[in-house]
């Protein structure tokens, strides 16, 4: 829920930086959010018993589930003031699934 009320937050909100425009705070926040985001996803399904589906498919599921979660929150600021698509932020969103991934294998698989 926090990760949709900071993505549809207008964008005369967000702080401003002097970054390059790809490592903005924005994108850096995307990425971020994201990387907690399925770290927790894989954490969670793969630790629980009651439906083995999703311990056994931990890693795609959390992964798509992330993924189509960013593309919603994405296509949802559409409609919200100042704000909108962003293919920069898609591509963070997803280099951060993947980045909460590969720290969870780092973690938890070696």
Not at 13 to 25: E, Q
Not at 45 to 54: A, G, N, P, V
């Amino acid at each position: 829920m926090l990760i949709l009320l900071l993505g549809l937050t207008p964008g005369e909100s967000m702080p401003i930086t002097n970054v390059w425009d790809f490592l903005s705070f924005d994108k850096i926040a995307h990425f971020f959010v994201f990387a907690v985001l399925v770290f927790l996803f894989i954490l969670g399904f793969s630790k629980q018993y009651t439906f083995l589906f999703f311990r056994y498919y931990a890693v795609p599921l959390a992964i798509g589930i992330s993924i189509l979660y960013g593309l919603i929150i994405e296509i949802g600021q559409t409609f919200i003031p100042e704000r909108g698509l962003e293919p920069l932020d898609i591509l963070a969103n997803t280099i951060g699934v993947f980045a909460g991934w590969f720290a969870f294998y780092m973690i938890y698989k070696i």
